[in-house]
C-alpha cells in the first residue's frame, strides 16, 4: 500500500502544498535536498539570509547550507544557540532578533531556522516580529520539526507561565524536510516524533494508523516509508491548518494527546532528561483514548490497540513511565488549567469515538478529568 | 469652515470607521468618553480585561476605567509600568506578557492600553504575541497617540538597533479617543503632537492644513476644534491604512518627517528631556519640506509656509534647536540607514512637490542627503 503517487521517482521530493492564499508555501520531502537548499531558497528572491540554528545541529550543517546560499549570491550570517527547550526563552528572543538586525536583514531578506522544534519556534517567531515581520523559510531537522512544528506557522517561545504561551502566526516561505538529515537522530528522539505522526492517524485517518502499524520499522530505517510517512503527516496536518489557520476550531484536533502531553511536559520542568515532547505526547495520546473509554465514547479495544502500537515502538503509555514521577491529580490539573486551551475556565479535550474519529470536547468538568487521573496514577 | 457632519451633537462622540474586513474597528473621539468606556468595551463580549497604563496615566485614570469596566461585570486587573521611551523595551515586554498570563486572560479577553504611544505600542504588542494574539483596546491619553499610534495596528518595542524595529501589526478592536484627556497634557507634549496632525494635512490634504493655520488655537484650548482635528487626523491615517495594512507601498506616506525625525530621536537616545517624538516629527517635516525645495522638487514659499506654521504653535524646525546637538552629518546619515525603511540598501525619503502633495521617493542616494544636511547643519 502506498500513501501517494505525488512523487515521480525515488529522487525528486514529494511536493506538500499549503494553499493558504497569499501565505501558501510548499513542504518539500525527500533525502538529500539539503544540498539543493540554496538553488530553492535564492528562487524567493531575498539577498540575504540569517540562519538561525543550534550548537548540535550547526556543526553538522550550516556550512554545508551556507556553501548553497552563498554559491547563489546570498550574503549569510550564522545564529548559534544553545540546544534544547531552556532556549525557547525571552533572552534568546531578545538575543536572535537583535542579531538579525545587526546583520542588517531587510523587510525582503530571510531567516531560516535550521534544527528541531526548538529553533523553527523561536526563528519563526523572530522573523513574526523583527521590522513586523520578515519571510523565514523552516529546514527541520529532526523528524518531530518535520511532521509537526513546521507545518502550520505556530511560532513561539515559553513563558514562565507554560509552554508556547507568547508567539505569533507566522507562515514560513517554504519548508525543507530532508529526511536524509533522520540518519544521525538519536532513537529516542526519532520515537518522539514518530508519536506526532501517530497522531495524525488517530485523529481522522484509520487507514493511515493501519498503514503505520505495518510500515513503521521502514520509517524508522529511513527508506521510502519515511518519505511517505513524514509527507502524509504533512498533508494531514496542512489539510487541518488551512481550514482554521488560527485555531479558532478545527485546528482545535492537533491537539490530540496535548492537554495531558503539556501538562506532563510542565510538571518536569520541560527537562528533556526526563521527558521530551513526542513522549509525553505519546503517554498524552494513549491517556485520550482511555479517558475516551471511561467516558463511554470510545472502545477499549480501540484504546489498547493505540496502546500496542506506542509500546511496539519503544514509547511511553503510562504516567508510571514519567522518570521522577507524574506529580500527584492536583498538579496535573493545576498545570492543565494553565494550559492556553482553556476557555471560559473550563477544560477543553480532544477525544476520540475510536481510532480516526477524534472530536474537540469542551467543557470537561474537571471532576472528570480527577476521577479518570486519580484512577490511572493507581493503576 | 468644519471638517464634517458626522456628529449629531455635541455630546455624542464622532466615530471613525476602519474598514479593514474581519479586522475593522471604530475609532470614538469625543470629551467625556472615558466614564462610558466601560460600557463601550464590554459590548465587545470579554470577560476579562487587563489594563496597562504607565505611572503619570494611571493614577489619574486606571481607578475610574476598572470601576467603568467592573460594573459591566469584567474582572479587572492593573499592569503599571514606568513612563518614558525606555518602557518599549524587551525587558517590559517580558514583564507584561507575564503579568497578562498571570492575570489568566484567555483568547476571548481583553488588553486595554490606557497611556500614550509608548503604553499603546508596548501593550499592543503584548497583546498581539500573548496566547498568539488577544484582543486589545486603545484608550490614548496623549494627543500623539490619539491621532498616530492608536490607530493602524502597528504595535512594537526598540531595539539597540533602532526604534520600533521588533513588533507586530494587531488591529485594536476599538480606540477611544477621550480628548478631555488632553486638558491636564502638558503643552509641550501637546505641540509634540500636533506635529502629527500638521504631517496629514502635509501628505495631501492642503486643505486641513490651511484649516490647522486657522484654527489651531482651539485644538489646543480644547474646542469643538480639539475633536475635528482629532478626528479628521484619525481619517487620514484610516483611509493610508485600509489602502495598506502592512505597509507595503502607500503607507510609509505617514512617514513623512519620519526618516530625519527617527535620525534626530536615535542620536539623542531617546532621552525625552532632550527631544521627544513629535519634536523630531516637527523638524523632519520641516527638512522634508526644505529637501523637496533644495532638489527643485517643491517651491521654497511651500517650505517656508510649513516652517512659519511649525514655529507659530512653538514647535522647533531646525538641527540646531536639538538640545546638546544633532549630531555630525555621518552621525545623521549612519542613524537614518539603520532606520527599518530602508530597502535594498538604498534610502527612502518621503518628498513633496507641495503642500498636500507627498510622494514616496525610493532611492535617494546618499550623496544628495549629506549635502543637504552639510547645509542644514552649518546653516
Redesign the interface.
Known amino acids: 500500500m502506498t500513501l501517494s503517487s505525488a512523487r515521480m521517482d525515488s529522487h525528486s521530493p514529494i511536493t506538500v502544498p499549503v494553499p493558504l492564499g497569499d501565505r501558501a508555501y510548499d513542504i518539500l520531502v525527500g533525502r538529500g535536498l539539503i544540498e539543493s537548499a540554496g538553488t530553492r531558497i535564492a528562487a524567493l528572491g531575498a539577498?540575504a539570509a540569517a540562519i538561525v540554528t543550534d550548537e548540535h545541529v550547526g556543526p553538522l550543517y550550516a556550512s554545508a547550507l551556507t556553501a548553497s546560499l552563498e554559491a547563489q549570491g546570498l550574503r549569510v550570517c550564522v545564529i548559534t544557540l544553545p540546544p534544547g527547550e531552556a532556549t525557547k526563552s525571552?533572552a534568546s528572543?531578545?538575543w536572535v532578533?537583535?542579531a538579525v538586525?545587526?546583520a542588517k536583514i531587510?523587510?525582503?531578506d530571510l531567516v531560516v531556522a535550521l534544527g528541531g522544534g526548538v529553533i523553527g519556534d523561536l526563528a519563526g517567531?523572530a522573523a513574526?516580529?523583527?521590522?513586523?515581520?520578515v519571510r523565514f523559510v523552516q529546514v527541520p531537522t529532526s523528524l518531530l520539526s518535520q511532521v509537526d512544528s513546521s507545518v502550520g506557522g505556530?511560532t513561539?517561545i515559553n513563558?514562565?507561565?507554560?509552554k508556547n504561551?507568547?508567539?505569533?502566526?507566522h507562515q514560513p516561505s517554504l519548508v525543507i524536510a530532508d529526511t536524509a538529515l533522520l540518519d544521525t537522530l538519536p532513537l529516542r528522539e526519532m520515537r518522539a516524533g514518530y508519536a506526532e505522526v501517530v497522531k495524525y492517524g488517530l485523529i481522522d485517518d484509520a487507514r493511515f494508523f493501519a498503514w503505520c502499524e505495518a510500515n513503521w520499522q521502514g520509517v524508522f530505517a529511513g527508506g521510502h516509508e519515511r518519505d511517505e510517512a513524514v509527507a502524509q503527516s504533512c498533508r494531514a496536518k496542512a489539510a487541518v491548518v488551512v481550514r482554521d489557520e488560527?485555531?479558532n476550531g478545527d485546528r482545535a484536533l492537533l491537539n490530540l494527546g496535548h492537554t495531558f502531553g503539556h501538562a506532563l511536559e510542565k510538571i518536569t520542568a520541560y527537562d528533556s532528561a526526563r521527558l521530551v515532547h513526542g513522549e509525553g505526547v505519546a503517554i498524552g495520546l494513549a491517556l485520550a483514548f482511555r479517558f475516551s473509554a471511561s467516558l463511554g465514547l470510545c472502545p477499549m479495544a480501540d484504546a489498547e490497540r493505540v496502546e500496542a502500537h506506542l509500546k511496539a515502538v519503544g514509547l511511553p503509555t503510562r504516567l508510571s513511565q514519567v522518570p521522577g514521577g507524574c506529580g500527584t491529580v492536583d498538579e496535573l490539573l493545576d498545570a492543565m488549567a494553565q494550559d492556553?486551551k482553556?476557555?471560559?475556565g473550563a477544560l477543553t479535550f480532544i477525544l476520540a469515538r475510536g481510532i480516526g474519529q477524534s472530536f474537540i470536547a469542551p467543557g470537561i468538568a474537571a471532576d472528570e478529568v480527577r476521577r479518570f487521573l486519580t484512577g490511572e496514577i493507581s493503576a
Chains 1, 2 share one sequence.
Do not use: T
Not at 128 to 133: K, N
Open positions: 539577498r525571552y528572543l531578545e532578533c537583535d538586525l545587526a531587510e523587510r525582503g517567531f513574526a516580529v523583527v521590522r513586523r515581520g505556530k513561539g513563558s514562565r507561565h507554560g504561551l507568547v508567539g505569533a502566526f488560527h485555531e492556553k482553556v476557555k471560559g
